[in-house]
């Protein structure tokens, strides 16, 4: 099973000179730039840790992709992302998020637990194969 999240997830993964584009577009636009990592991509898993600092004004998309290539250097078995942030409106709203690394392993999916409940009431639960294992060691 392959994880869709963010834009581009449709697609074959990006190569490193057509995610420095995408990175140079966020940078002409004046987006804040970060770059999260996470070894459970559950689509309720909204918040992955951050690698280092948000990077505001940066002007040149070497410097991204350093912080890009140490995260993937430290974290070779989770998942990178790059999230661009968007300020003109006063608030910090995401305008662009994109995987920018896979686990070299297998990606484990998601299973769909169904309980019923009183009244015949049902309800389903979405859980991470990669939960199953240990913090540090799902792949």
């Known amino acids: 099973m392959r994880l869709t999240q963010g834009a581009f997830s449709f697609l074959p993964d990006l190569t490193d000179e057509q995610i420095v584009k995408q990175v140079q577009f966020a940078i002409n636009k004046g987006w804040a730039i970060s770059v999260e990592w996470t070894d459970d991509p559950h689509p309720r898993n909204a918040y992955w840790d951050m690698w280092g600092l948000p990077l505001f004004g ?5 410097a991204i992709m350093f912080e890009i290539n140490a995260c993937r250097k430290a974290k070779p078995a989770c998942y990178v992302k790059i999230q661009c942030f968007d300020n003109t409106r006063t608030v910090e709203s995401c305008a662009l998020s994109f995987l920018v690394q896979r686990p070299s392993s297998n990606e484990p999916g998601f299973a769909l637990t169904r309980t019923e409940g009183k009244n015949r009431m049902v309800s389903y639960t979405v859980t991470s194969y ?3 294992k240990p ?3 799902r792949y």
């Open 58 to 62: 940066i002007k040149d998309a070497a």
């Open 130 to 132: 990669s939960c199953q």
């Open 135 to 137: 913090e540090g060691s």
